[in-house]
């Protein structure tokens, strides 16, 4: 999953992150790549504790959802990226039925896009059971 993270600095501080789709989710760094790179950890464990607790993946939204939040004012945004399939919860092999030309373009898609079919899968399903709860 895609979440929006919010990087701000003050004077004399390193920078802050904010992942404002995940409530008390924060981190910091002392640069802006290291604060991204930070973010995307503090996303995957907050996730990953969700999950172990059976508490429900936080929907994500866009930037522009929480731009005119004053609290966000002057502040750098960036996104970072989960795939809440590789988080260490305990996976289950299922046997499923598709149609074969689904298959073929969910393949093609997963490795166009670097993930494994399971991983691809399991991004859809939970995306789609957020928005349609």
């Given at each position: 999953?895609?979440?929006?993270?919010?990087?701000?600095?003050?004077?004399?501080?390193?920078?802050?992150?904010?992942?404002?789709?995940?409530?008390?989710?924060?981190?910091?760094?002392?640069?802006?790549?290291e604060?991204?790179e930070?973010?995307?950890?503090?996303?995957a464990?907050?996730?990953?504790?969700l999950?172990?607790?059976?508490?429900?993946?936080?929907?994500?939204?866009?930037?522009?959802?929480?731009?005119?939040?004053?609290?966000?004012?002057?502040a750098i945004?960036?996104?970072?990226?989960?795939?809440?399939?590789?988080?260490?919860?305990?996976?289950k092999?299922?046997?499923?039925?598709?149609?074969?030309?689904?298959?073929?373009?969910?393949?093609?898609?997963?490795?166009?896009?670097?993930?494994?079919?399971?991983?691809?899968?399991?991004?859809?399903?939970?995306?789609?059971?957020?928005?349609?709860?």
């Open positions: 999953m895609k979440y929006p993270i919010v990087i701000h600095k003050d004077p004399e501080s390193d920078y802050g992150v904010t992942v404002p789709d995940i409530p008390g989710c924060y981190s910091a760094a002392s640069s802006i790549e604060a991204i930070m973010a995307q950890e503090a996303v464990c907050h996730l990953e504790g999950l172990i607790d059976n508490e429900p993946i936080p929907l994500n939204s866009t930037i522009e959802e929480h731009q005119n939040n004053p609290e966000f004012k002057n945004w960036a996104i970072v990226e989960v795939d809440i399939s590789k988080l260490s919860v305990k996976s092999r299922v046997n499923i039925t598709v149609p074969e030309r689904l298959l073929h373009t969910m393949d093609h898609y997963a490795k166009k896009h670097g993930e494994s079919r399971s991983g691809l899968l399991a991004q859809a399903v939970t995306e789609y059971m957020s928005i349609h709860r």
